[in-house]
């Protein structure tokens, strides 16, 4: 089973970019899903989890910004991102579990992960 991210890149502050991550089975099979990100010199954190069900959770310095989405039907989940700001520099990783509900970043520690995708906002 792989996560594949793209759609990273260098945008302006105030622009948007969309992510992506393509599953290699349905995205369905997975108790949650989520984006995460790591700054330069920082450690993971989350940005934005969905579970199967379709409960939504964001991280307080991405609410109003960014938004988290899927398409069962292709197995991609996305992450639109409005509004960015450089502090949202990084690189973004997608991460799923079969299991846990708990989409922390603790919970996530054993779950599969992508290679990641670089965002870089300039101000």
């Known amino acids: 089973v792989q996560l594949v991210e793209s759609g990273g890149g260098l945008v302006q502050a105030g622009g948007s970019l969309s992510l992506s991550c393509a599953a290699s089975?349905?995205?369905?099979?997975?108790?949650?899903m989520g984006w995460y990100r790591q700054p330069p010199g920082k450690e993971r954190e989350l940005v934005a989890a969905?579970?199967?069900?379709?409960?939504?959770h964001y991280a307080d310095s991405v609410k109003g910004r960014f938004t988290i989405s899927r398409d069962g039907v292709i197995n991609t989940l996305y992450l639109h991102l409005d509004s960015l700001k450089p502090e949202d520099t990084a690189m973004y990783y997608c991460?799923?579990?079969?299991?846990?509900?708990?989409?922390?970043?603790?919970?996530?520690?054993?779950?599969?992960w992508g290679q990641g995708t670089q965002v870089t906002v300039s101000s």
């Open positions: 991460a799923a579990s079969y299991s846990t509900s708990d989409y922390t970043i603790r919970g996530m520690e054993n779950s599969l």
């Open positions: 089975e349905s995205i369905f099979s997975f108790n949650v």
């Open positions: 969905l579970s199967r069900v379709g409960d939504i």
